[in-house]
């Protein structure tokens, strides 16, 4: 059963910093990308970043809002990929989800993804 778990959100102040991880079990994280998206109240979920398979080059991409500040990364022998968030903003606030796509490349189209985590809270605030 594939399961995708996320974890290390919290309140934040802005400037401030959070790692994200993301467990995953039910399936060989080598072989496929892992997606974040986020969800702010009353917006759309949007792509914040993605990492491709590892036989793919683990290559990244990242949402322009969020280009330079949040870093991608997995570590297969864990079965974990995480995002470092650097320099949070309150327009940061939302909860954020990880998710995996049917395939290796790297993607942020939310239509792409087959399995997803139930989320963990972001908020940025003083």
């Known amino acids: 059963q594939v399961q995708l778990v996320e974890s290390g959100g919290g309140l934040v102040q802005p400037g401030g910093s959070l790692r994200l991880s993301c467990a995953t079990s039910g399936f060989t994280l080598d072989y496929y990308s892992i997606s974040w998206f986020r969800q702010a109240p009353g917006k759309e979920r949007e792509g914040v970043s993605c990492i491709s398979s590892s036989s793919s080059g683990g290559i990244t991409n990242y949402a322009d809002s969020v280009k330079g500040r949040f870093t991608i990364s997995r570590d297969n022998a864990k079965n974990t990929v995480y995002l470092q968030m650097n320099s949070l903003k309150p327009e940061d606030t939302a909860v954020y989800y990880c998710?995996?796509?049917?395939?290796?490349?790297?993607?942020?189209?939310?239509?792409?993804?087959?399995?997803w985590g139930k989320g963990t809270l972001v908020t940025v605030s003083s």
């Open positions: 998710a995996r796509s049917w395939q290796a490349m790297c993607s942020m189209q939310p239509t792409l993804m087959t399995y």
